[in-house]
T-cell receptor, first 114, second 112 residues
C-alpha cells in the first residue's frame, strides 16, 4: 500500500545525544515536511523540502537538521542543541502538481528525554 | 493564512449525522478550506478540501457558504471510530512551500 512510514514509533534521547527520525514515502510525492506537535497544541513546521537536495527552514528549525538525498526519504535529526525535544513529530508529503493538493501524514514518532 | 474558529467540542450519537462548523470570515479568494482529523496518538488524516463549491467524497461532505466565510463538515453516519479532533484549515494555493497551520480544532465525541 502507498503511504508514509515513520520510524521508530517511540524514541528516547539522552542528554547531549543526537537522534534521527526516519520518514519514508512511496507515494512519489515531491514535497516533504516535518512538524512538531506538543500536548494540546497545533502543529508547528520545522523544515520542508520541495525537491531532492533542497530544503528550507520552517518556523522552529533551531536545534534540528534534515537531508533530502532521495525523493522517498526525508530524515530529521534532533540535535543536542534542541533543549526541549520532547514532542510528537509528524512527517507529511504531497505531490508537487496542483497548488491545492493536500498534505498526507505519517503516524508520527514520539520522542522523550531520558 | 486566514484564521479559523471552531467550537471546542461536540457530541454526536452513533448513526446520526455529525455537522462540524468552521468560521473563516477573513478568507482570501485564493485560499482553500481543508479538513483533517486526528485520532489520539496518530498522525492527522486528510478528509476533504474545497474552494467554493460543495464537495463530497467517501468520508464526508463539505458545505461552503456562498460568501465563503464559513463551512460545515458533514459526517453522514457517525460511528465510534469517528471520535477524534477535527481541524479546519485555510491555505492559499501557493504550491508546496505553504505550510498547514493547525488550530486547536473541535473534539468530536461519538456516543452510543
Amino acid at each position: 500500500d502507498g503511504g508514509i512510514t515513520q520510524s521508530p514509533k517511540y524514541l528516547f534521547r539522552k542528554e547531549g545525544q543526537n537522534v534521527t527520525l526516519s520518514c519514508e514515502q512511496n507515494l512519489n510525492h515531491d514535497a516533504m515536511y516535518w512538524y512538531r506537535q506538543d500536548p494540546g497544541q497545533g502543529l508547528r513546521l520545522i523544515y520542508y523540502s520541495q525537491i531532492v537536495n533542497d530544503f528550507q527552514k520552517g518556523d522552529i528549525a533551531e536545534g534540528y537538521s534534515v537531508s533530502r538525498e532521495k525523493k522517498e526519504s526525508f530524515p530529521l535529526t534532533v540535535t543536542s542543541a534542541q533543549k526541549n525535544p520532547t514532542a510528537f513529530y509528524l512527517c507529511a508529503s504531497r505531490t508537487g502538481t496542483g497548488g491545492y493538493q493536500p498534505q498526507h501524514f505519517g503516524d508520527g514518532t514520539r520522542l522523550s528525554i531520558l | 493564512d486566514a484564521k479559523t474558529t471552531q467550537p471546542t467540542s461536540m457530541d454526536c450519537a452513533e448513526g446520526r449525522a455529525a455537522n462540524l462548523p468552521c468560521n473563516h470570515s477573513t478568507i482570501s479568494g485564493n485560499e482553500y478550506v481543508y479538513w483533517y482529523r486526528q485520532i489520539h496518538s496518530q498522525g492527522p488524516q486528510y478528509i476533504i478540501h474545497g474552494l467554493k463549491n460543495n464537495e463530497t467524497n467517501e468520508m464526508a461532505s463539505l458545505i461552503i457558504t456562498e460568501d465563503r466565510k464559513s463551512s460545515t463538515l458533514i459526517l453522514p453516519h457517525a460511528t465510534l471510530r469517528d471520535t477524534a479532533v477535527y481541524y479546519c484549515i485555510v491555505r492559499p494555493n501557493t504550491g508546496t512551500a505553504s505550510k498547514l497551520t493547525f488550530g486547536t480544532g473541535t473534539r468530536l465525541q461519538v456516543t452510543l
